[in-house]
């Protein structure tokens, strides 16, 4: 498993990069997953950062709507680089178990309460995912109806 070690640098918002390391899915190394090389490594590391350094965001504050819109955008870049849908679900459910492990690793569960909020927690994400995997696939359909007008 490889690290992108990101580090709080500005004041802006955006730029903001968390001073631990963000584990990126080791999907490069395998070689069914030839198709997600047509990717720059600098996007895939972007997107993990994103899930990563945001998530109580995405599972607390993002709507239903902004989840739709950001995942079908990704599913249509992914289906016009080529990429197969199975190969994204793949790297999507990669990095939900790399969180899953992380979050393992660094989570201390002393009393009954803190386990209720973990269980809370690892539903969110499956939830979070789950709808992910969803509006990628509606992102492919997007492409898929797009080259069948343009081929009538």
Same mark, same amino acid.
């Given at each position: 498993?490889?690290?992108?070690?990101?580090?709080?640098?500005?004041?802006?918002?955006?730029?903001?990069?968390?001073?631990?390391?963000?584990?990126?899915?080791?999907?490069?190394?395998?070689?069914?997953?030839?198709? *997600?090389?047509?990717?720059?490594?600098?996007? @895939? =590391?972007?997107?993990?950062? %994103? #899930?990563?350094?945001?998530? /109580?965001?995405? *599972?607390?504050?993002?709507?239903?709507?902004? @989840? =739709?819109?950001?995942?079908? %955008? #990704?599913?249509?870049?992914? /289906?016009?680089?080529?990429?197969?849908?199975?190969?994204?679900?793949?790297?999507?459910?990669?990095?939900?178990?790399?969180?899953?492990?992380?979050?393992?690793?660094?989570?201390?569960?002393?009393?009954?309460?803190?386990?209720?909020?973990?269980?809370?927690?690892?539903?969110?994400?499956?939830?979070?995912?789950?709808?992910?995997?969803?509006?990628?696939?509606?992102?492919?359909?997007?492409?898929?109806?797009?080259?069948?007008?343009?081929?009538?």
């Amino acid at each position: 498993m490889s690290y992108a070690r990101h580090e709080t640098r500005t004041s802006d918002r955006s730029q903001r990069r968390p001073a631990f390391p963000i584990p990126i899915p080791p999907f490069r190394k395998r070689s069914t997953w030839a198709a *997600l090389r047509r990717v720059p490594r600098p996007e @895939l =590391e972007a997107r993990t950062f %994103e #899930i990563f350094s945001h998530l /109580a965001e995405w *599972l607390l504050y993002k709507t239903e709507v902004d @989840l =739709e819109r950001t995942y079908n %955008e #990704i599913g249509v870049r992914r /289906a016009r680089q080529r990429v197969g849908l199975s190969d994204v679900v793949y790297a999507i459910t990669a990095t939900k178990e790399q969180l899953w492990f992380f979050l393992q690793d660094e989570g201390v569960v002393t009393k009954p309460v803190e386990l209720f909020a973990e269980m809370e927690l690892f539903r969110l994400l499956d939830q979070f995912f789950d709808k992910a995997i969803y509006y990628v696939t509606v992102g492919y359909e997007i492409v898929r109806v797009e080259q069948v007008t343009a081929a009538v």
